[in-house]
């Protein structure tokens, strides 16, 4: 994985009609959180996926997650039913199956949140919003 490509995901939408991608900037537009650090202390594989992740979630993070998840839900966006787990995903096809362990902690400060469109040669950026700015501050910056 290249390092402009580690991302934790706030939220799976899958394919969007285009007509909707105002209203997704304009839901992360109301979002309102202050910046975090995401200390990714544990490492593990699921299904040759390995991934970076953490022990205990930032309660910015539960919260960014939160309002994301109630925002998109109720502009009747649909969302995985799974609960979420904080990670970043390492590498892709390893040779692994299942594994958890402590991972030497990582301080990954959290000061942005971002729109993305993913796809076979990578990630394309949709849309960038700060963290720590409430909702008339963003707009007016």
């Known amino acids: 994985m290249r390092c402009e490509s580690l991302h ?3 939220a799976f939408l899958g394919e969007i009609d285009i007509e909707r991608m105002a209203l997704l900037h304009e839901i992360a537009a109301t979002i309102e959180v202050p ?3 995401l200390r ?3 490492l593990g594989c699921w299904h040759h996926i390995v991934w970076a992740g953490c022990t205990a979630t930032p309660p910015a993070l539960a919260a960014l997650v ?3 998840a109630a925002s998109l839900g109720a502009a009747g966006f649909s969302l995985e039913d799974r609960p979420f787990a904080a990670h970043a995903t390492l590498l892709r096809n390893a040779r692994c199956d ?3 362990q402590a991972l030497p902690a990582i301080n990954w400060p959290a000061g942005e949140f971002v729109l ?3 796809s076979a040669t990578g990630y394309t950026l949709i849309g960038r919003w700060s963290l720590g700015m409430n909702a008339s501050q963003r707009r007016e910056s």
Do not use: I, M, P
């Open 8 to 10: 934790v995901t706030l």
């Open 35 to 37: 910046s975090f650090t």
């Open 40 to 42: 990714l202390d544990k």
């Open 66 to 68: 939160g309002q994301l």
């Open 98 to 100: 299942r594994l958890e």
């Open 116 to 118: 993305a469109q993913s």
